[in-house]
């Protein structure tokens, strides 16, 4: 029952590499747009995808987004990391929206317990006027404990 009719793509291509426990990867993730209305669903988060500072979690982008990403992760024992560098730039107009980067450190204790701290830093570019979050550097900073029973 929805009174817009538009069409909209979304695809997302990722190539990665390891050896031992060493993983690097490039992706490349687009969520169209159509009559000025993005791609936008219900049916999953963006955080895993479009960066952990959550600039892109909670709005429809309206000029529709393309996001260059590439990767590493490691383990050694009991610790294990993560990097990952997103370049965000719309599909209209091809505004550079901005730029984030990601890191994850994880510490096994033991089998039931870990350690874990997020970093997530967007850096803004053009930014996007109808998605104000984008207009602004954001740094999050997460530690979690978790213990599994």
């Known amino acids: 029952n929805n009174p817009l009719r538009y069409q909209t793509w979304y695809a997302m291509a990722e190539f990665g590499v390891q050896y031992r426990s060493h993983k690097w990867g490039v992706g490349y993730e687009y969520l169209g747009e159509d ?34 990403f590439i990767s590493y992760e490691g383990r050694n024992g009991k610790l294990r990391w993560k990097l990952v560098g997103h370049s965000f730039a719309s599909v209209r107009g091809d505004h550079n929206i901005g730029y984030e980067f990601d890191f994850e450190l994880a510490w096994r204790y033991s089998r039931k317990l870990e350690y874990k701290l997020l970093v997530a830093n967007y850096q803004t570019q053009d930014g996007l006027p109808l998605a104000p979050a984008t207009g602004y550097d954001l740094s999050t900073w997460l530690l979690s404990v978790t213990y599994n029973l």
Request: without cysteine; charged residues 20%.
């Open 35 to 68: 009559q000025g209305i993005g791609f936008n669903t219900s049916l999953a988060t963006n955080h895993k995808f479009l960066g952990w500072a959550d600039v892109f979690s909670r709005y429809s982008n309206n000029d529709g987004l393309k996001d260059l």
